[in-house]
């Protein structure tokens, strides 16, 4: 059950090794044919067949004809392979900005090689093939067929405020080879915002296994270097010619809705620098709070979302933010602090410690507004929220999949898609944000 701030329960068996899967593959690593592409999946490639078999694609675009040389073919059914000659290039194909990207190098982006306006149409596309398999939408619903992805400000290179960049046995900074442990040793990551690749790149990380960096509102930078197993060990801060050592708990300043957020170095906020603007201005929108109403803000972080709608209700409203982690809890009180009609409660969101916060809660939610990791709120939590009867349920989506599995459970608890959005909040990757209104059926 989720507890009002100072107690919060972490699950169990998180981040064990996963065993090492058989290869049943046939045998094909290191071929090379020819494909004509077809329809683009998600996860940053293309579908094609060659002698029966499925083939994912990278480095090509729907209609084109390519070379293609197997990468890895560990299953029966479908076996991964890179375009490595363009025989007839569609018409999105451009030069790759990044010198780093394409086959067999820097895995950081999937679409380097499409036009800007070429990636959100693949986006799109994407979302409409996720919401109509898994969430068994109607192809021909307008919601679907209407779908653009919309574009964020200041276009698809030095968007990036937060990375995590890798760092080989010699030290050098990098980003790893798609589906590798390998490390591409890099001078410049073109999608990072120019300062935290600079603090970054431009030096030698011995030891470290890896490194954190953010820039803040304010233009602070701060690297955060990190073991071998991922741990934290040392954090600096660079600000106005300084280098300082800092604290590794400490708070960076971001601005987002016309106000100004607190957040842990360490803790949840969008890494497009004009995404948490955008997902505001999105999630305000669809929720349109009104005065007095109760609003539910699931997988709150720093209160982003909470914060932003509460004056909405105004003093006569309530607003609570349920997070599981305990920094972010800490940031989020810190936030709403001049916002009495708001609380934080710390917990996790999870089908049985929903249903105990809302047996605590007394009063039913009229709005929702869920923002789960990758992974999703899942069947189970979406069936509790349906049984709110909430009147508006806004769910922030970073995986188009999770979210058409979870359009499902919302459709079979009664609620219905009444609204989408979707956002190239990750431009140069196959990564889309979306916002979805839900109403009661
Ligand atoms: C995608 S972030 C969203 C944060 C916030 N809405 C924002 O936009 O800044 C997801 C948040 O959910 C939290 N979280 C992950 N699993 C959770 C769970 N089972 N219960 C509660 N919070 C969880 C994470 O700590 C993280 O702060």
Request: proline share 7%; charged share 25%; aromatic share 4%.
């Amino acid at each position: 059950m989720a507890e009002r701030r100072g107690s919060g329960r972490r699950r169990p068996g998180a981040g064990r090794p996963r065993a090492e899967r058989p290869d049943r593959g046939g045998g094909w690593t290191g071929r090379e044919f020819e494909v004509a592409v077809g329809p683009v999946a998600h996860g940053g490639h293309c579908v094609a067949r060659h002698e029966g078999r499925v083939v994912f694609v990278r480095h090509a675009l729907p209609g084109e004809r390519v070379v293609v040389r197997v990468t890895e073919d560990r299953q029966p059914g479908y076996c991964r392979a890179d375009a490595v000659e363009v025989l007839e290039a569609a018409p999105d194909r451009v030069e790759r900005p990044c010198p780093y990207s394409g086959p067999g190098r820097c895995g950081g982006c999937d679409w380097q090689h499409v036009s800007w306006e070429g990636q959100r149409r693949l986006k799109a596309d994407v979302v409409r093939e996720q919401l109509t398999r898994l969430g068994r939408l109607d192809a021909a619903d307008p919601l679907l067929t209407g779908l653009e992805v919309e574009p964020l400000p200041g276009g698809p290179l030095r968007w990036r405020s937060r990375a995590r960049f890798a760092v080989d046995r010699a030290g050098v900074p990098g980003l790893r080879r798609h589906r590798s442990h390998d490390v591409v040793a890099l001078d410049d990551c073109p999608i990072t915002v120019e300062p935290a690749a600079r603090a970054v790149l431009d030096r030698r990380w011995p030891g470290a296994g890896a490194v954190d960096v953010a820039v803040d509102s304010a233009g602070t930078v701060t690297t955060t270097r990190l073991d071998r197993r991922g741990a934290p060990t040392s954090t600096r801060v660079l600000a106005a010619g300084q280098d300082v050592p800092a604290e590794p708990a400490g708070r960076a300043g971001r601005r987002a809705g016309g106000r100004d957020w607190e957040v842990e170095g360490t803790g949840f906020w969008q890494v497009h620098e004009s995404a948490a603007d955008a997902l505001v201005a999105a999630v305000t929108g669809l929720a349109a709070a009104r005065p007095g109403e109760t609003v539910l803000d699931l997988y709150a972080g720093a209160g982003l979302f909470g914060g932003a709608l509460a004056p909405s209700v105004g003093d006569s409203g309530r607003v609570v933010c349920v997070e599981a982690d305990a920094e972010a809890c800490a940031a989020a009180e810190a936030n709403l602090g001049g916002l009495p009609q708001a609380e934080v409660w710390q917990g996790e969101v999870d089908a049985e410690g929903l249903t105990g916060l809302l047996e605590e809660l007394g009063d039913a939610p009229d709005v929702v507004v869920l923002d789960p990791p990758r992974a999703g709120a899942g069947p189970a939590v979406s069936r509790v929220v349906a049984g709110t009867g909430a009147r508006a349920v806004v769910y922030v989506a970073c995986d188009p999949a999770s979210l058409g599995r979870d359009v499902a459970a919302l459709a079979g608890a009664g609620y219905r898609l009444a609204a989408l959005r979707a956002f190239d909040a990750f431009p140069m990757t196959a990564h889309v944000e979306c916002v979805a209104l839900f109403e009661p059926a």
